[in-house]
């Protein structure tokens, strides 16, 4: 997994609960790297969820909550890094087609065997943008902070309806973006 | 936890987040390192691939911009050396390559889609200025790069030319040209193959067996002998027999191959009729042959004649001087006369003999049938045992037919001849008879079986030369088949072989008709009818001579004069046409040479014909056997030098 993931998970817990926290998630954890991790780099998912784990034993948060601000964190890194005109560009549509480029830019260019999500975009007969999320771990939750991040980036308030997909353990789900105007 | 922990904790993280970002960035770089040597390496193996392609290359940006052109491409094009540079738009690069005259005048692309849309791939041909066929090759990549390729089709295109005209030679050869698979099925025949073997079009065999072509006893023989031939050596040759496709038997000359598939070529010729053609080549030249063997008898009896006819010339001297010798009406003048018929019949055979040719023409003079009749049956009645009878009824005047008095003779001869044998040397009455003679009488009134051949002319009046005996007869079968060519009795003792084709084709050549009448026990009837001549001239008649010899002309005048007539002599034949042409009616008779530089008497003859039908002429010529065919108003043909007798028959015709 992803440094940037990682990164994101640091930065939300800084963010919500305060510098102790990270560091009472840090020594429950008892991980060998002790948090030290950068965004280009490429860390065990294990680890990651020893994390989240660590932090629900130190806190009240739950780990959904935990995945989806590190979603709405890393899309908005991955934007960021994005060139201005490519972002500005494109519409709600658009931009959550572009989430699997977004990942596959920043995962592939410097790991090319890497193992990513999969975003299959279509719009539904009622306007609505259906989205379907496929992955070979259960990071549903992180997808969807992604989508209510793009969302976040181009200012929309709207509805997201979330289903999850058969096995129903986070590693499939659909989500219906209903559209500002809809 | 104090800050001062905290802030610790925080930056030894960060420091230690930098310094593996770093080392992973150091990685990254030797890997980008890397990845670029494979790069360069890659390149340089992409250009040396280039290089060496046999096709040329053009590699174009999505943007049309010239990314690359290999070497190839320049031998191709020499004159795009200097337009090819790197980003010149592929537009562009094309219109300058074709004006600077990189193919023919007028040369369009072959084979490309006419509406001038560009896809995915295109592929279409041109011909260079250096007459090279260029296949052009676009495909546009999954990136928009644009790939044209150049391949030099030319040696395969003129080898499909050749191809093409070997197949077109195949199609059209007249001997049929056929392949076929292991299992025999035709897989290919020419149309000829197929029209010789009397098929609409090829596709009538292909996908059958070629064993439907022949029959069993063939296909027998083509298990037995020629497949293990083929299958041995390779390849056969011979003949075989076909059976086309309308039944019939066909005679074909084969040329087999076996190919690498263990299938088939054939070649086939039908040799039906060359066949036919060369057993009529064979009958030819056995009748060339046979012509030639007659021609070197004939040449040998015309020596023996020659020699012969010299000891005939002394006997007839020697009778002519018994003859006067010989009181008239005494018994040894009547003998004397006898031998000098004899000799008279012994020089006609010499002359006979020294004329004898293939195909001799016939030399037709003024022939008395009464004497010739009368003549040739005192010769035979001589031979005639006792018991036998042979009556002579004739008319006491002439009756003269236009003939050849040898074979009208030999005919008359061989009549006399089959009665005698009729008899079978028992009684019986052998009755020759002459007389001028109606249509009705020929018809075979009275006998059992009758045959008649050549057609009685109208208006003319016909003497007619019978030979009738009471002998065995003959039944229908013979009398029927009597004047057919071959047909022949004479291995049959009982029936007599009559010789009467040559008999038949001796009245043909007289103009003249022949009859066979008979009676099964009862005896036979042969007889000929031919035409009368009769030639009219007047007491006084006006005679041109015309002869390139001027004394011989001059004598002959003489003679004419001292015979009562008016005679003139010219030496030129044209002068002769010349004369009548000025007065048809000048003349009453002409008598020519036939020797003569400029026209031959039988041509001035056909001339007069022309100018005057009704004027005679009478041929002098020293050898009267050499004379070709006669035109209609030829009456005779008299030997020179001519004596007073025989010109005096002649004009008394």
């Avoid at chain 2, 392949?179 to 996908?207: C, F, P, V, W």
């Amino acid at each position: 997994m992803k440094g940037v993931v990682f990164r994101a998970l640091m930065g939300v817990v800084e963010e919500h609960f305060g510098p102790v926290m990270v560091e009472k998630m840090l020594d429950d954890a008892r991980l060998a790297r002790h948090g030290a991790y950068t965004t280009v780099g490429d860390y065990p998912i294990e680890e990651f969820f020893a994390l989240v784990q660590s932090l629900q034993r130190v806190s009240d948060a739950s780990q959904a909550d935990i995945l989806r601000e590190c979603g709405r964190r890393t899309i908005a890194y991955f934007i960021a890094t994005q060139s201005k005109d490519e972002g500005e560009a494109l519409g709600l549509e658009k931009m959550l087609a572009s989430l699997q480029g977004l990942i596959e830019a920043n995962y592939v260019k410097l790991y090319p065997d890497s193992v990513i999500p999969s975003f299959q975009v279509r719009t539904a007969e009622d306007g609505w943008v259906v989205v379907e999320y496929r992955s070979p771990r259960p990071m549903a939750d992180l997808a969807e902070g992604m989508i209510l991040g793009t969302l976040d980036h181009l200012g929309v308030d709207t509805q997201v309806q979330r289903t999850d997909l058969p096995p129903k353990d986070g590693r499939a789900a659909q989500f219906r973006v209903a559209l500002p105007d809809t | 936890m104090d800050r001062q922990e905290l802030l610790s904790r925080q930056l030894d993280r960060e420091i230690r987040a930098r310094q593996e970002a770093e080392r992973l960035l150091e990685d990254k770089s030797n890997e980008l390192y890397e990845a670029r040597l494979r790069a360069e390496h890659a390149e340089a193996a992409l250009s040396d691939a280039l290089r060496s392609l046999d096709d040329g290359l053009l590699l174009f940006d999505p943007a049309g911009k010239l990314i690359l052109a290999n070497r190839r491409f320049f031998d191709i094009y020499p004159q795009a050396r200097s337009i090819c540079e790197p980003g010149i738009d592929e537009g562009r690069l094309w219109r300058q390559i074709i004006a600077a005259g990189a193919f023919t005048s007028g040369s369009r692309r072959i084979g490309a889609p006419g509406d001038g849309k560009r896809r995915r791939t295109d592929r279409w041909e041109r011909i260079t200025s250096g007459g090279r066929h260029i296949c052009i090759i676009e495909h546009e990549t999954e990136a928009g790069q644009r790939i044209s390729i150049h391949r030099d089709v030319s040696d395969i295109r003129i080898a499909e030319a050749q191809l093409h005209w070997r197949l077109a030679a195949i199609e059209g050869a007249a001997d049929g040209i056929s392949i076929t698979d292991e299992q025999g099925i035709y897989t290919y025949l020419n149309e000829a193959h197929a029209r010789l073997m009397k098929y609409d079009s090829a596709a009538g065999l292909i996908g059958r067996s070629w064993r439907v072509l022949y029959d069993a006893e063939e296909l027998e023989r083509f298990d037995r002998e020629i497949l293990p031939q083929l299958h041995a050596r390779g390849a056969w040759q011979g003949t075989a027999r076909a059976v086309n496709n309308y039944g019939d038997t066909q005679q074909q000359e084969l040329s087999l191959n076996l190919l690498p598939g263990r299938g088939i070529l054939c070649v086939m010729r039908d040799i039906t009729e060359k066949l036919k053609a060369d057993a009529e080549q064979q009958r030819v030249m056995q009748r060339l042959f046979e012509a030639e063997r007659m021609e070197a008898v004939g040449q040998l009896a015309r020596v023996v004649a020659h020699d012969f006819s010299n000891v005939l010339t002394a006997i007839s001297a020697f009778v002519g001087a018994l003859e006067g010798e010989c009181a008239s009406g005494s018994k040894a003048g009547a003998l004397v006369g006898k031998i000098s018929s004899a000799v008279d019949h012994a020089g006609e055979i010499v002359e006979r003999l020294q004329g004898s040719y293939i195909n001799r023409k016939v030399s037709k003079s003024r022939v008395d049938l009464v004497r010739l009749a009368r003549d040739t049956s005192e010769m035979v009645r001589a031979t005639l045992p006792t018991g036998q009878e042979l009556r002579l009824r004739v008319s006491n005047s002439d009756i003269s037919v236009q003939g050849d008095h040898a074979q009208l003779g030999q005919m008359i001869m061989n009549f006399l001849v089959n009665a005698r044998d009729a008899l079978k040397g028992e009684s019986g009455l052998i009755t020759v008879t002459v007389e001028e003679l109606a249509q009705r009488k020929l018809d075979g009134n009275g006998w059992a079986y009758s045959a008649k051949r050549g057609r009685w002319p109208s208006g003319v009046d016909m003497v007619c030369v019978s030979v009738e005996d009471s002998g065995c007869g003959m039944d229908e079968a013979v009398i029927k088949r009597a004047f057919e060519p071959e047909f022949s009795t004479k291995n049959d003792k009982t029936v007599r072989g009559l010789g009467l084709s040559t008999a038949k084709a001796v009245a043909d050549a007289h103009r003249g008709v022949i009859s066979l009448c008979s009676t099964p026990g009862g005896g036979t009837r042969a007889a000929l009818c031919l035409p009368i001549y009769r030639l009219n001239l007047p007491e006084e008649a006006r005679i041109l001579v015309v002869d390139d010899d001027p004394l011989a002309g001059e004598s002959l005048t003489l003679q004419l004069e001292a015979l009562g007539h008016r005679s003139a002599f010219l030496d030129h034949p044209g002068d002769a046409i010349g004369v009548l042409k000025d007065d048809p009616q000048a003349w009453d008779l002409v008598i020519t040479d036939q020797q003569m530089p400029y026209l031959d008497g039988t041509s001035l003859a056909r001339h007069l014909l022309e100018l005057r039908p009704e004027l005679p002429v009478i041929i002098c010529t020293g050898l009267p056997g050499s004379v070709g065919a006669l035109p209609n108003n030829v009456t005779t043909v008299i030997k020179k030098p001519v004596d007073d007798r025989i010109l005096t028959a002649a004009l008394s015709n």
